[in-house]
Every structure is written in structure tokens, then in C-alpha cells.
């Protein structure tokens, strides 16, 4: 019998622990992981394989986080049942752990989509440090020369910077038109491709993998990919980064509401009493779009974690939203995005650009009703927190709209009423 | 209660002196030709004036009670010190992710591009008062205590 039992050791699970304790210092917690690294990064793991973190560097907490938190953490081994009357979770060795009150936090899986040739020796799927060190591994032992990365999103390019930097060839395969295109529009999208082409990357887009070719001779090992155009392009690895669905398997079939992810209140909680659902498996609440969705990001999932932790010990605390929110940092070039990058022509949407293609700077900002909906900021980030705290806010910028995309915008460009109130100045 | 640097801003005169004896504090030389002129990697500024004519004031970490950046921090580098109220960022920890300049409503996360790293204010840890405090000509940088 445990008090909180937690499904899932990454951040929704590290946030919900955190907060728990800091209510209740006592009450028994088990967390359950089928992997065995604990409290590691998930987004550092392409770092991991360009050799700049560690394993030691990639634990976001600290070392003796579960002892520290008094937590009995069951590592390596995965809930495979949950019993919602009993109030058990069932593991694969068939044993059973009761809770008095539940997190599902068991994250996302990869998306794969069904390809000829996917069994191959040397395709990969990139969401966990195992993956990550399986790659890495690989890389060595096969000399891998060349890469295919399946998908230009966040994930796609972030290992592609990873093998860049270890020395392989990387073709990027992306069906849309545009690299990152849930981030940037095309504008922006094109000066990350010139930079992402200028390291050496061959970007394909509008096309994907229809069939994974083996080696001549041993078909068994990956040897190269054909596209949907009917080119081939030679490689020793596939990494499929697409992205990430719900990883839903545990409550598939139980009484516990799923739509595309777990249905969530803004407590965190599901339909059934006592059992709440954080981070990449949950749909939570959009404050842009204002409905629920999923939104597989880091900070989101331990805010969202801290949210079910609070009330599971108690402390009544709601979501206040969140919403597709990314900065990126690779290939040199920072990029901030938050809210609506890339809408259709909408009436009622108002869009604001500056550029200057020669420095890479591409600056976005998409109102509504003179509150600021979506932020795109490319090569020039440094003041994104203020945009975004307007953002949330909901602050009407119709006096000073101008000024946001300045070069020299900062605090100063704001009425003395929200400087007072963030106590900036007397 | 943590102590926080107030600005007022009646008083600034925008000179940018405090943003001058951050840079220099935060040198491996402590010097301020080497700071400016060689030292790798440039040692930065924590501390930004934000102007708009005849507006400046100072803005640097105001070490959050809830601290968003805390909890954005893909990599753990940034922490609440429960002990002292500082937000306090390990540089080793840090993958230079920007997330938390992405989210911090005051701007006051500064990028060390050539370090691959973020940067902020660190109220000057073992002196009696933050450089920019204890410099600023007009006095118009105030270390004191105030309700979060």
C-alpha cells in the first residue's frame, strides 16, 4: 500500500513528486519506470550522442533524488494493469502496489508509421536515453557514415545536429512542405533549412520513407531509404522522429476517459476519482486555443505533474494552461516560438513581421483583439520572456504594439502600472 | 525574505555603469580592460538597463518566490535555493536550451552564446552588496528586502 502511487519517472512524474512532498512530507510514494536511468533530461538526450553531455550531466536532479523525496522507486519494470476498483496497479511480474491516490504519467511513445523494411538492423526510434545509447553505440561499432532522420520537427533536427556533430552525412526526410513547420512559417522555416544546409544537412521535403532498403548482399542491415518520389538515398542508420502519440496502453480499456490523450480537469484529474494524469499522456488545457489537447512538452509536463501533485496531498491547485511553446538551440541559431506561429488568414488575427535575412533575424507576432497570440522569434530571443509574459497575461497592447518588435524593446516600453505591479520599480 | 534590488527609476540616469561593474564582477580577471577587450568567454552583463527615452531603469534576476524558469528547466540547472530565496543556476548543468529565457516574464535571462549557456544575476554572492548596487553613481539601485 502506497499513498501516491506515479506511473512514469520523467517529468510529470519528478513534478508531482516534488510537489507532493513540499504538501506532505510523510505520505508513502511509489514511482514506476520501465526504464532504469533515473530522472534524466529527455530533451538532452540528443547531447548524450554528440558526446557534450554525460550521464552524469544528463540527471536533471539530483543523485539521490528518490532518497531525498523518500520515494520507493520501482525502476525497470513496467505497470502493465491497473485495477480501478482494487485500486492497484499490476506490474509484469504480476505483482500488485494499491494506491489511495494515482498519477498516470507514462509519457509518449514514438510515432512510427508503417514502413516496408522497418525491422532492419540500424532503424531507430528517438525518444528515450536507451535509444539514444543504442544510436550512439552504433555509430561506433559500425562506423555509421550516414543517416536518414525521418521527420524536420523539433526532434528531427535535434539528433540531425547530433550526428552532425559526429560526423555523419544526415539526409532529413519531412513530409510537409517546410522543416518545422508546427513552429515557424515558411519565412522562418527557410532560413533555418539555409543554416541546417550550410552544416552539411541534405533537407528533403514534401516527401517520406516508403520502403527501408537493406545492404546489398545483407538485407537484414539497413543500407539506405527509398522515398515516395522514387529516389534512393544510401545510409547506414534510420532514426524515425516523427514524434510522440499518448502512451495510453495502460488505461486502454479501462473505465479511465481517453480521447486522443487521457482527459484531464484543470486539477489534473480524469473521471475516476483519485486518479489524476500529467504531462505527454494527458490532454490539458491550450489558454490559446482554449480546449484541451495534447501538447508533449517538457515544462508543460512538470507544471502539469506539479498541478496533480498539489491536489493528490491536498492542496487545491488548478492548470492555468499552457500552449505549443518551444525554444530551439541548435545549428547555432536560437529560435523561439509560443502559440499560433503559422495561422490561416483569419479576420481576426492581426500579424506583425520584422526581418532581416542577412543577420538570420525573423521576428513574428501573431494578436487577437490587441492580445498577443503567437510569438516567432529567430536569432533574437533574448527578450521573449516579456512577450510572452503579455501573452499570458492577456495584456491589451494596443498603445505600445509598435514598439514589441523593436530591436531596443524591453521593459521600459511598458506602462509604469505593469512595472509597478512586477515590483521592477518603486 | 530574500533581499531583492529595486530600481528607481526617478533617479536613473540610464548611464549604464551597473551593466559596466556586472561584466567586470563576473570576469575571471576582475579587470575591466581585459573583461571588455580579451577575456574568453566574454564575461556578461547580468544586469540590463532597459531604456526608452527619458525612461531607464536596471533589470536583473528578481529571484522569484514560484520561479518559472525553475520549473521550465529541461536540465535542473536552474534551482530554488529553500535556504536563502535564490533562483541560483549551475553553468555546468546547463544545456543551453533557452527555455528559460523563453519564459521569464522579466527578460532578465541573458544568453553567453560563446559559452553555450544562460546567465544571470547571482546578487553578487560573498560581497556585502551586488556590484551594480554598490555602483551605481545615483544610487538609484536599491538592495532590500520586499514581499515576493
Known amino acids: 500500500m502506497s499513498k501516491y502511487v506515479i506511473v512514469g519517472a520523467s517529468a510529470a512524474g519528478l513534478g508531482a513528486v516534488e510537489a507532493i512532498r513540499k504538501v506532505d512530507p510523510t505520505g508513502t510514494i511509489t514511482v514506476i519506470t520501465d526504464e532504469t536511468c533515473a530522472h534524466y533530461s529527455r530533451p538532452m538526450i540528443s547531447d548524450f550522442i554528440s558526446g557534450k553531455a554525460d550521464m552524469k550531466k544528463i540527471n536533471c536532479r539530483t543523485e539521490e533524488f528518490w532518497k531525498e523525496n523518500n520515494v520507493e522507486a520501482v525502476m525497470g519494470k513496467k505497470a502493465t494493469a491497473l485495477n480501478l476498483t482494487e485500486k492497484t496497479v499490476q506490474l509484469e511480474s504480476g505483482e500488485k502496489i494499491s494506491y489511495e491516490k494515482l498519477l498516470l504519467a507514462t509519457g509518449g511513445k514514438p510515432f512510427v508509421p508503417k514502413t516496408e523494411g522497418s525491422e532492419k538492423d540500424g532503424v531507430f526510434t528517438f525518444t528515450t536515453i536507451g535509444d539514444a545509447q543504442r544510436i550512439a553505440a552504433k555509430i561506433d561499432t559500425i562506423n555509421a557514415k550516414a543517416a536518414v532522420v525521418i521527420g524536420g520537427g523539433l526532434i528531427g533536427i535535434s539528433v540531425t545536429e547530433a550526428l552532425v556533430k559526429r560526423g555523419l552525412k544526415v539526409t532529413i526526410v519531412e513530409l510537409q512542405d517546410k522543416i518545422l513547420s508546427l513552429l515557424l512559417d515558411a519565412k522562418g522555416s527557410d532560413i533555418v533549412e539555409t543554416v541546417v544546409k550550410k552544416a552539411g544537412v541534405n533537407v528533403v521535403t514534401g516527401q517520406s520513407v516508403q520502403k527501408i532498403l537493406g545492404k546489398p548482399g545483407n538485407d537484414g542491415v539497413v543500407g539506405g531509404v527509398l522515398l515516395t518520389k522514387g529516389s534512393q538515398v544510401a545510409c547506414d542508420l534510420v532514426i524515425m522522429a516523427i514524434g510522440v502519440i499518448p502512451r495510453t496502453d495502460l488505461v486502454v480499456g479501462s473505465a479511465v476517459k481517453i480521447n486522443r490523450g487521457i482527459v484531464v480537469d484543470n486539477l489534473m484529474q480524469t473521471n475516476i476519482p483519485d486518479v489524476y494524469a500529467s504531462g505527454d499522456v494527458a490532454e490539458a488545457y491550450d489558454f490559446i486555443i482554449n480546449q484541451n489537447r495534447t501538447l508533449p512538452l517538457w515544462p508543460l509536463a512538470i507544471l502539469e505533474g506539479q498541478v496533480a501533485g498539489y491536489n493528490m496531498a491536498g492542496k487545491t491547485t488548478t492548470y492555468g494552461g499552457g500552449t505549443n511553446m518551444s525554444s530551439l538551440k541548435y545549428f547555432g541559431i536560437p529560435i523561439v516560438s509560443i502559440g499560433l506561429a503559422n495561422p490561416k488568414e483569419d479576420p481576426m488575427l492581426e500579424v506583425l513581421v520584422k526581418q532581416d535575412f542577412e543577420h538570420n533575424i525573423y521576428k513574428k507576432l501573431v494578436f487577437r483583439n490587441n492580445v498577443i497570440v503567437g510569438i516567432t522569434l529567430v536569432n533574437s530571443i533574448e527578450r521573449a520572456g516579456i512577450l510572452f509574459y503579455l501573452m499570458k497575461n492577456a495584456i491589451n497592447v494596443k498603445k505600445f504594439k509598435q514598439e514589441l518588435l523593436s530591436d531596443d524593446f524591453s521593459w521600459a516600453n511598458l506602462p509604469v502600472g505593469l512595472q509597478k505591479k512586477m515590483s521592477l520599480v518603486q | ?148
Request: proline share 5%; hydrophobic share 30%; glycine share 6%.
Open chain 2, 1 to 148: 525574505m530574500v533581499k531583492r534590488i529595486i530600481a528607481k527609476q526617478e533617479v536613473c540616469i540610464g548611464c549604464g555603469l551597473c551593466e559596466v561593474y556586472c561584466t567586470v564582477q563576473h570576469s575571471k580577471s576582475k579587470d575591466i580592460v581585459k573583461a571588455y577587450n580579451s577575456e574568453r568567454p566574454k564575461p556578461i552583463s547580468r544586469v540590463t538597463v532597459e531604456r526608452n527615452k527619458p525612461v531607464s531603469f536596471a533589470i536583473q534576476c528578481r529571484h522569484c518566490e514560484d520561479a518559472p524558469c525553475v520549473t521550465a528547466c529541461l536540465s535542473g540547472a536552474m534551482q530554488k535555493d529553500e535556504k536563502t530565496g535564490q533562483v541560483t543556476h549551475n553553468k555546468e548543468k546547463c544545456m543551453g536550451c533557452w527555455t528559460c529565457i523563453m519564459i521569464c516574464p522579466y527578460g532578465a535571462i541573458k544568453m553567453d552564446i560563446e559559452g553555450h549557456v544562460v546567465t544571470k544575476c547571482d546578487l553578487c554572492q560573498g560581497f556585502d552588496e551586488p556590484a551594480c548596487v554598490a555602483n551605481c553613481p545615483n544610487q538609484a539601485l536599491v538592495f532590500k528586502e520586499v514581499k515576493p
